[in-house]
């Protein structure tokens, strides 16, 4: 009689399962050379940003903080927020650099919170000669080629993992964050709850100032600390990114999306969304199919 082999079958551990419940979207993958004294002033994304550093070195500023990251450095640039960049050494800075989201927005809160970024974080000297090598290999691949997204999720997905992984560097990073504990941030992310939970509705600042009891000077304060930017300005971004995201995916009329996201009328849901983004709602789902179909061809 044969004997069956048996085997202990892996489970994830707790770091594999949060990171496999997340959903992520590879926007696109640059490969970066950065020229000296070269400055890109108030850049402000809806969507995740992680930057590599192969060579030379990149200062981050957002308001009066400066960050610098290096060569073997990693960040992460989170949604709606205000930041510059600038390469101020004779070496040109050579990065990789990593557009991505997650599908929804409770992902998107608890991806910041696992990686404690809900503003620029930097992590020192995560990355190996070996890790950077294969950050390269994509650089010199068709995106048409069949398994590359896959492959370039997989190579996001590690670099997050080496994140959690390297007790040193994740740590580095928020020393001093954790150290203060700051009452501006806590309150940040509270109002971002807030705002998830209630991004259908018209909010008003007044409305997360009542439900944190707070003045609407400091709320000011926190998320011009946290974010470069005003409270106001913050919620209309949140509000619009999803309002994009219902325009490209869902076959809603503009009546309907406006009636969703409680806009006094369709004429004054154009008029935000154009003073927004310089074109009309209609325009923009237009313009959304026209390059979809030809990405398709």
């Known amino acids: 009689m044969k004997n069956i082999a048996t085997y202990d079958l892996l489970k994830p551990d707790p770091l594999s399962e ?10 696109s993958y640059v490969d970066w050379t950065e020229q000296e004294n070269r400055i890109i002033n108030n850049e402000i994304l809806p969507h995740f940003k992680l930057v590599a550093v192969e060579r030379g070195s990149i200062e981050l500023m957002i308001k009066d903080q400066r960050l610098l990251i290096e060569k073997g450095d990693l960040a992460i640039i989170p949604p709606y927020t205000l930041f510059t960049a600038a390469c101020l050494t004779e070496e040109k800075a050579h990065l990789y650099i990593f557009h991505f989201d997650l599908k929804t927005d409770l992902m998107r809160n608890s991806f910041a919170k696992l990686f404690s970024c809900h503003q620029l974080t930097v992590y020192s000297k995560l990355f190996t000669e070996q890790d950077l090598f294969w950050f390269s290999t994509f650089s010199h691949q068709n995106a048409d080629k069949p398994g590359y997204y896959f492959n370039l999720e997989v190579l996001l997905k590690k670099a997050l993992a080496a994140i959690l992984m390297n007790a040193n560097a994740y740590y580095a990073a928020n020393a001093d964050r954790a150290a203060n504990n700051t009452s501006e941030e806590r309150i940040f992310v509270e109002c971002l709850d807030y705002i998830t939970e209630h991004v259908h509705d018209n909010i008003k600042v007044k409305d997360l100032c009542t439900h944190l009891n707070v003045s609407q000077s400091y709320l000011y304060q926190c998320f011009h600390q946290i974010k470069g930017c005003s409270t106001k300005e913050f919620i209309l971004m ?8 219902d325009l490209r995916n869902t076959t809603m009329s503009l009546a309907e999306i406006s009636e969703l996201y409680n806009f006094s009328s369709p004429i004054a849901f154009s008029a935000s969304f154009k003073n927004q983004y310089g074109k009309s709602p209609a325009a923009y789902r237009k313009q959304y199919k026209t390059e979809l179909k030809t990405k398709k061809k």
């Open 238 to 245: 949140f509000r619009m990114k999803q309002i994009c995201n």
């Open 18 to 27: 949060i990171l496999l419940s997340l959903d992520f979207r590879v926007l």
